[in-house]
């Protein structure tokens, strides 16, 4: 047992590492907005599903607020984030899918400003039906990372029981503060955000679940909670700062007890889970009809000369957000999307900001594997630190060998690619990058059987 743990913290089970956090270049920084870009390009697909389907065509003038894409079946529509003139529609480099449509909106001398978005006086008793249409229509997805639409989350399945609502404000991954600040700074809407939620899935309870190294994104949400009236009972569950505690299935053994079954979701234990940003925004959503137009990023590392915390808007490009943060530095020599541990790394600066990344960190010196790396030594460590208690190195052998169709015993489906393995090898084995090899490998399997 850690000596936190032995403190009275809540945790997970196995498994897990305590890489250097460093979170102190922005976790006393403010969130800052950034100002208004040149234009935003706006991918049809930054979620998970279907993309959207635009409503716009060149040179329509729309104004910030306006929905210009629409959801199609499972997907979310999508919002101009800034005032302007819509390009032509056509392929553009993507953070993730190399190139993808996207709407670009090109500022103009005479845009209007944003639409107004007044408050609903009867909000807190809106029905719970018309506010998921409001966060569907907002184009809410979770913002931890994920991307999955929230109605779709907060639509359940036919027999499926939410008793506790879990808001995720863990934020385990190193260098990353952005729901730290929005806790410290927007902590009442969070709370807001939760009890939406909660009303929703019918859940009988929240819990707000935060990594204890963050005291004062505790406070702030015990005090907003303190001074809300509500009929639904919410806590602040102070965690072990663990890496991963931020996952679904590791956060939710520390906040519940509740342990959920290999490749099923927590739904299957009574628990619905979603991040403290994505609870703010369906605050907004349902009192203002505010759509997602804006996300906190962390601009951050050793490589970018002025880390912050930004407010920006959904679309701009890389190049503009790093330059608001100074530029970066002679000896940068990659940006990682997200956090080091499961963050991606960019190959350019004109990607736009999507809804779910809430970080940018900036690193110098040698990459990862850049020298190689050794073979497996068998020393177990991989096995220790994995939360899941999967084979790391059984899969990697079987892949360096070209059996990765035998590696679905070792737990390669189960994965959710944490990283752990790779940090703790003394070989510096690329076992995450193993892992999703031979993930492919079996879907493609799978598929091809179906």
């Known amino acids: 047992m850690s000596a936190m743990a032995a403190l009275g913290l809540r945790t997970f089970g196995r498994g897990g590492i305590h890489p250097d956090p460093n979170k102190h270049p922005t976790s006393w920084r403010p969130i800052e907005p950034l100002p208004e870009p ?31 894409a629409a959801a199609e079946d499972s997907g979310a529509p999508i919002h101009a984030t800034l005032s302007g003139k819509v390009k032509p529609i056509e392929k553009h480099p993507h953070p993730t899918l190399a190139v993808a449509p996207a709407i670009v909106i090109a500022r103009t001398d005479d845009a209007e400003g944003e639409l107004e978005f007044p408050e609903d006086p009867d909000w807190r008793s809106c ?24 109605w779709r989350k ?96 590791q956060l939710v ?3 519940t007890g509740r342990v959920v079954p290999p490749r099923a979701l927590p739904s299957a234990v009574g628990v619905l889970v979603q991040n403290v940003a994505t609870a703010v925004a369906v605050h907004d959503a349902v009192r203002f009809r505010r759509p997602l137009l804006d996300r906190v990023v962390t601009v951050t590392g050793p490589g970018v000369r002025t880390p912050r915390n930004v407010r920006v808007p959904i679309g701009t490009l890389l190049g503009e957000v790093l330059a608001f943060c100074g530029g970066l530095s002679d000896d940068a020599n990659r940006i990682v999307a997200g956090g080091p541990m499961m963050g991606r790394t960019l190959p350019r600066l004109d990607v736009p900001i999507t809804k779910g990344m809430n970080g940018l960190v900036v690193l110098e010196g ?33 892949v360096e060998a070209g059996r990765a169709l035998e590696t679905e015993r070792y737990g390669t489906l189960e994965c959710y690619e944490c990283g752990c393995c790779t940090y703790v090898c003394p070989a510096g084995r690329p076992l995450v990058q193993f892992m999703q090899v031979a993930k492919s490998a079996l879907r493609r399997a799978e598929a091809v059987k179906a």
Not at 39 to 67: C, F, M, T, Y
Not at 371 to 389: S, V
């Open 127 to 150: 029905p719970n039906d018309q506010a998921l249409a409001r966060i569907r229509e907002a184009g809410i997805v979770g913002l931890g990372g994920a991307a999955f639409p929230t």
């Open 253 to 255: 053994t520390a906040v």
């Open 38 to 68: 040149p234009e935003v390009r706006l991918p049809l697909l930054q979620h998970i599903g279907a993309p959207a389907v635009p409503l716009v065509k060149k040179g329509d003038r729309v104004r910030r607020g306006e929905k210009i």
């Open 154 to 249: 907060l639509t359940l399945a036919p027999g499926t029981e939410i008793d506790i609502l879990v808001v995720n404000g863990a934020e385990c991954e190193p260098y990353l503060t952005a729901d730290f600040r929005v806790m410290v700074e927007h902590a009442r809407e969070a709370v807001e955000g939760g009890l939406i939620m909660a009303r929703i899935v019918s859940a009988a309870r929240v819990l707000f679940g935060v990594e204890a190294d963050k005291p004062r994104a505790i406070q702030a949400l015990q005090n907003a909670l303190v001074d809300h009236p509500r009929s639904i009972p919410a806590h602040v569950v102070p965690c072990e700062a663990r890496y991963p505690q931020g996952a679904e299935r």
């Open 366 to 398: 040698r990459g990862p594997f850049e020298d190689g790396y050794g073979p497996c030594i068998r020393c177990g460590r991989c096995l220790e630190a994995c939360p899941l208690g999967l084979e790391p190195d059984q899969v990697s052998v079987r």
